[in-house]
């Protein structure tokens, strides 16, 4: 037998061998001239028909594991497409973001939000506006911190130097008392050293020293004149005109009157017999100016006369808010009359309560002055 079967291999030439490989490649195109084919052949005795189960297997196997590759390649080409649009998506979400808060959080967190929110832009948005308000929230506290922390540290270093201040201030003074009860001896030798002659012409430079404030005068007694009550008799006003009157010359209008002459005979002034009684012309607006120079006793009359119905008659006295006013401006010739008409005007021609309003207004001028200074 095997002898024959050496014999039938024999016949078997190359050109039929490549037919049969033909043959198996179209039929099992998967197959290719690789070892398994050509040792499955050799060992059937390049027989098809009992080669044929191993190479259909073979083909199976080959088809099975094709099918796997491009299973998996499909797979892959999926994925990677996935992933673009996911990468894609991403960076569309994070531009929305961004376009809100700038180049605030970085991609990374944007990314991690938009994930912790299952990519609602809403909701990363609003986490974002919170973190936001939380952040500007401590920096203010921070800020609050730092300004407290400064207007501590400026008061605590007032502190110190009022501190330090008055420490210098108490040492001087515990110096100069010590000075002050010292024995003679020793007040001599200081007032001969050196150091205490520069110390004095430094205070000699100075003038620390305050001058005392003059003592006031001695202000007299000042009469103050009291209104009369009115039921007194008033002068009367008397008609200079004749008051004949004929039948023929009858006036419609009343004779015309002027006020009292106090120089005139009527009240008494014999001395002055021969001379025409005065008539003053009325006018009107005249006491309506506080400035004018009238007769009629106003506060701010400067007329420095008054007539006194009491008094004797034809006599021409000076007004006491005048004389107060003249002594006053003898007191205070820096100060204006308006003012010193005023304070007078104002305290009920009262000379002490007036002199003290003075000296206050005086001392505020004076302060006002050297502060502007």
Partial sequence: MFFFNKKEEMKISPYEKEQKINQVLSMFPLLSRDHFLYSTLERNNWSLDSSIINLQRRHEYLEAEQ??????????????EHEQRERERDLR??????????????????????????????????????EVDQEQYRERQKRQQRLDEEDRLQRQRERDEYERHERNKKRVNDLLLEIKYSSPEQKRQLAQSKLFQDVLKDFDHLNVVDQPPPPPPQ?????????????????????????????????????????????????????????????????????????????TITPFSTNPFFVDQNSTPGLMKTRPEERSARQLKELFPNTSDEVIRYVLLSTDNNMPLAIQNLLDITIKVENSKNASN
């Fill in 219 to 295: 202000i007299k007694t000042i009469y103050v004149p009291v209104p009369q009550p009115m039921v007194q008799p008033q002068p009367r006003y008397f008609n200079n005109f004749p008051t004949t009157t004929t039948t023929t010359n009858t006036s419609s209008f009343p004779p015309s009157f002027s006020p009292p002459d106090y120089n005139s005979s009527l009240f008494g002034n014999n001395n002055n017999d021969n001379k025409p009684s005065k008539i003053t012309t009325p006018q009107p607006f005249q006491n309506l100016d506080p400035f004018c120079n009238s007769t």
């Fill in 93 to 130: 979400l994070v531009a929305q973001v961004r376009d809100i808060f700038g180049s605030k959080f970085s991609d990374h967190q944007i990314k991690r939000v938009l994930y912790d929110n299952r990519n609602n832009v809403e909701s990363t948005i609003n986490y974002f506006m919170r």
């Fill in 67 to 80: 099918y796997q590759i491009e299973r998996r390649l499909e797979e892959n080409r999926i994925k990677k």
